[in-house]
């Protein structure tokens, strides 16, 4: 079945480092790839997403790359702030051949990001 | 922005009672979701609904139920509440495209 696989966390950063955090995945189909987002008692915001192979998704200083070849969605920011202080989910969500998505969400165990000032 | 909303934010209570968590969601979308998170974080899927009418079982094995009696109102329901429940629960919902908008979370303790 589909699945993700995120990086072992906590991660612990001091402010203005360069933060990645490992996303692969295994899917049928063609997956779409999301990062999600979510802050201390709250629900998860979409942080980024790519819908097909070397797109690249950006938001708020993140980036992550679809790569088909290697089956990764790493997620990088040049240098993370406090305020970046979250849990990160890496998710998928398979489409069919004709293009049309099953409508259900594959997550990643979460990555919880510290940033000290 | 998503207007996709939970109650209650946090909720007590006691072995053996009846809850149902409430979500609604005002996008007009005809999926939508529930699940549930651990307390290290991994969500899984416990419910699912592709339209008025239509609800599913998601890949965790859960003792809630839900309903879609309309659009935009997806109620899960613990008949009867147990320490095992403890849990905070997610609400989701999702138009045609893939991405979910969440609500708040519901933190259910059950003592």
């Known amino acids: 079945g589909d699945s993700v696989t995120q990086m072992e966390g906590p991660v612990t950063l001091s402010e203005e480092a360069f933060l990645t955090i490992n996303c692969t995945y295994t899917?049928?189909?063609?997956?779409?790839l999301f990062w999600y987002v979510q802050y201390p008692g709250e629900g998860l915001q979409l942080l980024l997403k790519?819908?097909?192979?070397?797109d690249k998704g950006s938001n708020k200083g993140f980036e992550a790359t679809y790569r088909k070849e290697t089956t990764s969605f790493h997620l990088e920011k040049g240098s993370v702030q406090v305020s970046d202080s979250a849990v990160y989910f890496c998710?998928?969500?398979?489409?069919?051949?004709?293009?049309?998505?099953?409508?259900?969400?594959?997550f990643g165990q979460g990555t919880i990001l510290t940033v000290h000032p | 922005e998503a207007d996709i909303y939970q109650t209650p934010r946090y909720l007590v209570i006691g072995t053996g009672k009846k809850i149902t968590l409430e979500c609604s969601q005002t996008?007009?979308?005809?999926?939508m979701y529930w699940y549930q998170q651990d307390p290290g974080m991994e969500l899984h899927l416990i419910h699912y609904?592709?339209?008025?009418?239509?609800?599913e079982k998601g890949d965790l094995s859960s003792e809630s139920t839900v309903s879609r009696i309309r659009t935009e109102h997806f109620p899960l329901t613990l008949e009867s509440a147990r320490p095992s429940h403890t849990s905070q629960y997610l609400c989701?919902?999702?138009?045609?495209?893939?991405?979910?908008?969440f609500g708040p979370g519901t933190r259910l303790t059950v003592l």
């Open positions: 996008m007009g979308h005809d999926k």
């Open positions: 790519a819908t097909k192979a070397d």
């Open positions: 989701a919902s999702s138009e045609i495209r893939d991405e979910q908008f």
């Open positions: 899917a049928t189909g063609y997956p779409s």
């Open positions: 609904s592709y339209g008025v009418n239509s609800t």
């Open positions: 998710a998928l969500s398979p489409l069919n051949a004709g293009g049309t998505s099953y409508g259900k969400l594959t």
